[in-house]
């Protein structure tokens, strides 16, 4: 599962990817620095391995990771092919769900390709830009759909008569995400793999001095975000990425000089992964504690069936506790006899925090 970073040159993206990753992606005063994609495994924080492995007396976490996808800056006309838009479009359509990085601070030193900072605009750009590419694909589907909706085929009736109403969203420069349909006209825009159908968090990049702030800007973004049922984040790139090189004192020294409660990046991290609709599972021995990525509303075989194929084949039973009854329980024989481990069997949908052992046949 991949999430996009997307934005407008200069925005701040490859600052926010290096603190992601500390991969060194590079970041430069001038547009399309960068071209290629650069791509990253993140961890996701997840407080409750640590205390699993002390609980286990394990040294080896292994936590659930993602992988972030850093996208070159598109600019007005990239839908037609402008600063190399084809090409970043592309990149675009590879991921699963975009970190759209709004710039909401203003820097003389570095060039806004627009000449001024307005962030609400700058939304409109990069959203207008992936609505236009997305009407071009909603039209060609429309061709081919057409010709058989005409021979009389009641399913590519349907779909045309869907494709045409999305069409007309669109063209009002509404993103794909905010088309309300039914169960079935979902399934038909689902299989057009439109951009702006993409699930959202719009990332508002502030100065340091913005962190302390409320900034008008950012309560418009909110309010757009509420109308797409998408997420707002504020935080500043330029910050975290000194903030991820620090650790102990120097870390909380650095916290308490910007008035910053929470990091941001782990904040991000974990809005992301539920913007995926992912959950963990975890396991837990003396040997690891680890946590597993799932579909949320995945059961107990196909979630068995991560840690291994053959899990899956011979699935029998799962023995389940909750991850806070495990932790108030102290121990898992403990927990067995206070009747919070359970027997759960092939129609069982995994809960985030299910600490879990599988039993199966060989």
Known sequence: MKLGVV?????????????????????????????????????????????????????????????????????KGASAGEGLGNKFLSHIREVDAIIHVVRCFENPNIIHVEGSVNPLRDIETINLELILADIETVEKRIAKVERQARSGDKQAKLQNDVLHQLKDHLLKNQPARTFETDKDGKQVVDECFLLSNKPVIYLCNCSPEGLKENDENIAKIRELANKENATVLKLCA?????????????????????????????????????LLGLISFLTAGEKEVRAWTIKKGTKAPQAAGVIHTDFEKGFIKAEVVKYQDLIDAQNYLVAKEQGKVRLEGKDYVVQDGDVMLFKFNV
């Open 238 to 274: 330029e910050v975290e990425e000194e903030l991820a090189s620090l650790s102990g004192e120097e870390l909380e020294e650095f916290k308490k000089e910007f008035g910053i409660e929470e990091l941001g990046l782990p904040r991000l991290i974990k809005e992301s992964y539920k």
């Open 7 to 75: 934005g407008l040159p200069n925005v701040g993206k490859s600052t926010l990817f290096n603190a992601l990753t500390n991969a060194g992606a590079q970041s430069a005063n001038y547009p399309f620095c960068t071209i290629e994609p650069n791509v990253g495994m993140v961890s996701v924080p997840d407080e409750r391995l640590e205390k699993l492995a002390e609980m286990y007396h394990t040294q080896k976490i292994t936590p659930a990771t993602i992988e972030f996808v850093d996208i070159a800056g598109l600019v």
